[in-house]
């Protein structure tokens, strides 16, 4: 069955970075977009990134200019690169891939920006 893995969170202090993976993995259809969203606590889901089979990028206006997303179609991988980090960056952050026909989502990584 279709797995989609996420990892890479962690706590960083304000100004800090972290690299986030997206790992696609149970299948041998092909992965087409895939997005990075976050939700933190009493606020709804947004979706912060998104990328094309081809490598179009398409990034939220509070993350520009410091969030990063790429991907490895050979390791079926999507990276979300996190520089300058705020306080406002806090919030559990989810992979979502579409595989095939379907969509997928990851169990989710915490990312915690504070002094």
């Known amino acids: 069955q279709v797995q989609v893995v996420e990892s890479g969170g962690g706590l960083v202090r304000p100004g800090g970075s972290l690299k986030l993976s997206c790992a696609v993995s149970?299948?041998?259809?092909?992965?087409?977009?895939v997005e990075w969203h976050r939700q933190s606590t009493g606020t709804q889901r947004e979706r912060v990134a998104r990328?094309?089979?081809?490598?179009?990028?398409t990034l939220t206006d509070s993350v520009k200019g410091r969030f990063t997303i790429s991907r490895d179609n050979a390791k079926n991988t999507v990276y979300l690169e996190m520089n300058n980090l705020k306080p406002e960056d806090t919030a559990v952050y989810y992979c979502?891939?579409?595989?095939?026909?379907?969509?997928?989502w990851g169990q989710g990584t915490q990312v915690t920006v504070s002094s």
């Open positions: 990328i094309t089979r081809r490598g179009n990028a």
């Open positions: 149970g299948t041998t259809d092909t992965v087409f977009g």
């Open positions: 979502n891939a579409h595989v095939g026909w379907y969509d997928y």
